[in-house]
T-cell receptor, first 115, second 113 residues
Framework: NAGVMQNPRHLVRRRGQEARLRCSPM?????VYWYRQLPEEGLKFMVY????????ESGMPKERFSAEFPKEGPSILRIQQVVRGDSAAYFC?????????????FGPGTRLLVL | LAKTTQPISMDSYEGQEVNITCSHN???????ITWYQQFPSQGPRFIIQ???TKVTNEVASLFIPADRKSSTLSLPRVSLSDTAVYYC??????????????FGKGTKLSVKP
């Protein structure tokens, strides 16, 4: 029973390039969440998606960042024209349903380094 | 929004029981309390979840008083491998009083030999 999978695990980009982070939720999970974590900080919510729909993107910067969760395939977090401040660990989580008692299961993260 | 407060760090020795307390004075009626563990360079891992009274699993126990304004994660007989950051969260994916999980800085537990 595979857990949440993320790839790549490490990504290096130069300023101005695009970064694409992928997340495959656990089997049977249709709710996906993206978080960003800076060193020595807790995780910060970015966006919540449910198959083909963005439910809440209140934590995502208005510019350069976008997310999708297509009917088929993984969820994608896309960062255009990356800047040094985008360097962080990006975690994806999934849950079976939405609700107070539902648990989010996290992937191993993608560590983005912008040179 | 239900905010949580927990100690920044704790030290312990192998074999001891560790109790980490989290305050959540503004917890809402339909909020659950969940604890996660995070090792360096890894994603958070679910430890335990509860609503009231006491919950126990193979890893930990969670004690929640009647007023639910705090909770205590209890780790029995810790080992070096329990050195990690522990996060207390209140709410739930779009079912609690807030729309998403809010992670604080967590409690950095250091277990020494």
């Amino acid at each position: 029973n595979a857990g949440v999978m993320q790839n790549p695990r490490h990504l290096v980009r130069r300023r101005g390039q695009e970064a694409r982070l992928r997340c495959s939720p656990m089997k049977g999970h249709s709710h996906v969440y993206w978080y960003r974590q800076l060193p020595e900080e807790g995780l910060k919510f970015m966006v919540y998606l449910q198959k083909e729909n963005i439910i809440d993107e209140s934590g995502m910067p208005k510019e350069r960042f976008s997310a999708e969760f297509p009917k088929e395939g993984p969820s994608i977090l896309r960062i255009q024209q990356v800047v040094r401040g985008d360097s962080a660990a990006y975690f994806c989580a999934s849950s079976r349903e939405a609700g107070a008692q539902e648990t989010q299961y996290f992937g191993p993260g993608t560590r983005l380094l912008v040179l | 929004l239900a905010k949580t407060t927990q100690p920044i760090s704790m030290d312990s020795y192998e074999g001891q029981e560790v109790n980490i307390t989290c305050s959540h004075n503004n917890i809402a009626t339909n909020d659950y309390i969940t604890w996660y563990q995070q090792f360096p360079s890894q994603g958070p891992r679910f430890i335990i979840q509860g609503y009231k009274t006491k919950v126990t699993n193979e890893v930990a126990s969670l004690f929640i008083p009647a007023d639910r304004k705090s909770s205590t994660l209890s780790l029995p007989r810790v080992s070096l491998s329990d050195t990690a950051v522990y996060y207390c969260l209140v709410g739930g994916p779009y079912g609690g009083s807030q729309g998403n999980l809010i992670f604080g800085k967590g409690t950095k537990l250091s277990v020494k030999p």
